[in-house]
């Protein structure tokens, strides 16, 4: 059985030639798909007798809301859905200024094993399809019945390490007859997986690359991020120049702030050293505790004293607000709780 979510509009387009469907079937069945019907009855357009067909053949996938938290601190909301096959994920939906913003899953774990994240503890389980990304998007926007305009693919998972699924993703929510979010509301974020970055740079999706950098040397991120034994840091700033000047996108980098570890004034100095010819914005993350981990975030001063380093050192830099914190909004959190 195939999920039709799984399909770009022209692979959609093909699959229902090639079962006798006239070309104008798939502008509607893929409209329907991306409005959150959950079965082939609540397409009100198509026959009777075309629904009948495809559920020989198809299905509409779903997603179960296992637990929803929702913040009395600033609205955030986290969502636990569960898959078919009853493996769960997290998806993060954010409350800005300029509207809606979702934080999306690509994987049922992780197996990039980054010792300050809990998203890796148990490893990967398996890969999320195009239509299960999708359909965090689709479902949360149906539960708060709001428009979702800005994307962030940070959740659970390594999204470059899905690659194939997650472009198809992108395809599809960026298409006009679907959600028809913009590229450059989307952001991708990466610990590191060097050909791929060459690979998305031949894309030419004017995305936002972020990278999960968190460590301004390969001593120290060799001990935090698995992923640096296989891509050192200079074949990673490398890779990013590549992707800055294919795209013309600024890459920027996320920088968990673990105190005693990567959180020193001399660390900030070797950071904007690393990073300055890339015109780079540095978003600082003060480091989210996870009991099996150990690690601490520094005082406030000490993270505002880091982030004043970097702009002297002509690194623009700012420091995150730690939204959801009283729902466990950070990645892998939730999922571990409960299951």
Same mark, same amino acid.
């Given at each position: 059985m195939i999920d039709l979510k799984d399909f770009e509009y022209d692979e959609l387009a093909a699959f229902l030639k090639e079962h006798g469907e006239p070309k104008f079937r798939a502008e509607q069945i893929f409209s329907w798909l991306h409005r959150?019907?959950?079965?082939? *009855? $609540?397409? =009100?357009?198509?026959? +009777?007798?075309?629904?009948? +067909?495809? $559920?020989?053949?198809?299905?509409?996938?779903?997603? +179960?809301i296992r637990e929803k938290y929702v913040s009395e601190k600033d609205g955030t909301m986290k969502y636990l859905f569960e898959l078919p096959d009853g493996n769960c994920i997290e998806t993060v939906v954010m409350r800005y200024h300029h509207g809606l913003s979702i934080c999306v899953s690509s994987q049922v774990g992780c197996r990039m094993g980054c010792r300050f994240c809990a998203s890796t503890i148990g490893g990967l389980y398996r890969n999320l399809t195009a239509g299960e990304i999708l359909n965090q998007i689709i479902f949360a926007q149906k539960d708060i019945g709001e428009r979702i305009s800005n994307i962030v693919i940070m959740g659970i998972g390594e999204p470059l *390490?899905?690659? *194939?699924?997650?472009? +198809?993703?992108?395809?599809?929510?960026?298409? $006009?007859?679907?959600?028809?979010?913009?590229? @450059?509301?989307? =952001?991708?974020? =990466?610990?590191?997986?060097?050909? @791929?970055?060459? *690979?998305?740079? $031949?894309e030419n999706l004017p995305i936002t690359l972020t990278i999960s950098l968190h460590a301004p040397n390969d001593e120290i991120r060799d001990t935090i991020m698995p992923v640096n034994h296989s891509y050192k840091i200079g074949e990673l700033i490398k890779a990013c120049a590549a992707y800055a000047g294919k795209t013309g996108r600024r890459v920027s980098f996320e920088y968990s702030l673990i105190h005693g570890i990567n959180d020193s004034i001399e660390n900030a100095r070797e950071l904007a050293e690393l990073i300055r010819g890339l015109h780079a914005h540095v978003n600082l993350i003060p480091v989210n505790k996870v009991e099996e981990r150990g690690f601490e975030k520094g005082s406030d001063r000490d993270i505002r004293l880091f982030r004043e380093c970097l702009e002297s050192l002509g690194v623009n830099a700012t420091i995150r607000r730690e939204l959801g914190s009283d729902i466990s909004a950070s990645c892998g959190q939730l999922r571990k709780k409960v299951l």
């Open positions: 959150g019907v959950e079965s082939y *009855d $609540e397409m =009100t357009n198509i026959s +009777k007798a075309t629904c009948a +067909k495809l $559920e020989e053949i198809s299905y509409v996938s779903t997603l +179960k *390490d899905n690659y *194939d699924n997650v472009i +198809k993703f992108l395809h599809n929510v960026n298409h $006009e007859k679907g959600l028809n979010i913009g590229y @450059r509301h989307i =952001t991708l974020s =990466t610990c590191g997986l060097v050909p @791929r970055i060459y *690979d998305l740079a $031949e």
